[in-house]
């Protein structure tokens, strides 16, 4: 039986991508549907920003004259109207912040600082800097300077640049696809009455709910039985998805890879075809899983079997699935570890790796990390309340508060 550690799976997940074996396909989106898509290509500016010297004030935009402090006022123009006559020394318009300025002014004077005659006539302060309180164009970005690199993730601020930039469409990579299993003779749907010795399918809305804020793409769902003699069927039941749902890059099932009689999603997803890159993992909880890899001529659909209880398989998730999804989606900057300091105690010695699904919060400016240490592999209210996994090494001694320990948070 293939035994990683979870460094040496994710390494093995990422072989398509570390030996360019797989191009992420892109496509052309609306601005309006770029929220949270992953940019294809480094986007430029197309124009100056401002496109226009402007007011950043409101008051009179003049042509400064020296020695001169009474200014004849020709107009008013607020943001989007332009000035079309010509100033003359001594001359200015009253303007809004944002307007346009003139060719023919070089100086703005802001409100609160003139004292007006008349309608027509205004005096302004003895000491004025010539070009004050302009913003001119190009300030803040040129034309042809980049803007974002390619595999940012769009958020707001970034969508809001490229809108300000003109881009009504964007071009990013597509989002990956993925099919959803769940296993298990004993899992019903939670619209149902429980019977006896059943429990209600958790795992399906743990994996939908992630991925959906995850931006990634369920196109199938099944639930699959684990009764003697059910195999050739669900073989079936799977391949009729991948031949009718378009392209899939990942396949996610929870249950079924451990080493009982009715553990038979190993044989499920080698008969579909995957190489197997590793049967069990070097860590708790989560030591039951499946990796594996589908390549039909150059595209390639991941088999990630998680674990049947909802911690194991979602410490699963995070640790290698979600990578992978990361690199699917065009990301260049993938989730990060971060050092933090471990808020109790942790003095449970065992041979393997620990993750425990725990709270991560910052006090006085330090981050700080506290597992939940009695949380087991089948528990449910740890998902509830965690916001990161912690990690505690393989045969780590007694560990201390404060000690510096990895931090894997569940977002960025």
Known sequence: MQVVTVEE??????????????????????????????????????MNYPPFRRSAMDGIAIRYAEDTRTYRILETIGAGEVFQGQLAPGEGIHIMTGAMIPDTADTVVVKEALTWSND???????????????????????????????GTVLEAEQVGTLAGQGYSEVLV????????????REVQDPSEPLRVGHIYNSNRYLLEGTLHVLGVDVVGVAH???????????????????????????????GGVSVGDYDTMPELYERLGANTLYRRLH????????????????????????????????????????????????????????????GEV???????????????????????????????????????????????????????????????????
């Open 9 to 46: 799976g994710l390494q093995l997940l990422e072989t398509p991508f570390t030996q360019n074996r797989y191009k992420i396909e892109r496509e052309s989106v609306s601005i309006g549907h770029s929220y949270g898509r992953v940019l294809g290509t480094t986007a430029l500016a197309k």
């Open 173 to 184: 990579y597509r989002n990956p696809r993925v099919i959803v299993l769940t296993t298990g």
């Open 120 to 150: 027509m006539e205004v005096t302004v302060p003895s000491r004025i800097e010539r070009g004050q309180h302009i913003i001119l164009e190009g300030e803040d970005i040129q034309i042809g300077q980049e803007l974002l690199p390619a």
């Open 346 to 412: 942790a003095d449970r010695k065992h041979p393997l790796d620990r993750y425990y699904q725990g709270h991560i919060r910052y006090e006085a400016g330090s981050c700080w990390a506290y597992p939940n240490l009695g949380m087991t592999s089948g528990g449910l209210k740890s998902l509830s309340v965690a916001n990161g996994l912690i990690k505690i090494p393989g045969n780590s001694d007694r560990l201390e508060r404060g000690t510096l320990v990895k931090v894997l948070p569940f977002t960025r």
């Open 283 to 342: 860590m708790r909880p989560g030591a039951a899983s499946f990796g594996g890899i589908i390549t039909i001529d150059d595209h390639s659909i991941w088999c990630m079997g998680l674990s049947g209880n909802p911690t194991a398989a979602m410490n699963q998730f995070y640790l290698l699935v979600l990578p992978v999804l990361e690199r699917l989606s065009g990301q260049t900057v993938m989730t990060r570890w971060i050092e933090c300091y471990l």
């Open 224 to 254: 699959l039985s684990d009764a003697p003699g059910t195999v050739d069927d669900n073989i079936a039941t799977v391949q009729h998805m991948l031949d009718t749902l378009g392209p899939v890059d990942m396949i996610i099932s929870t």
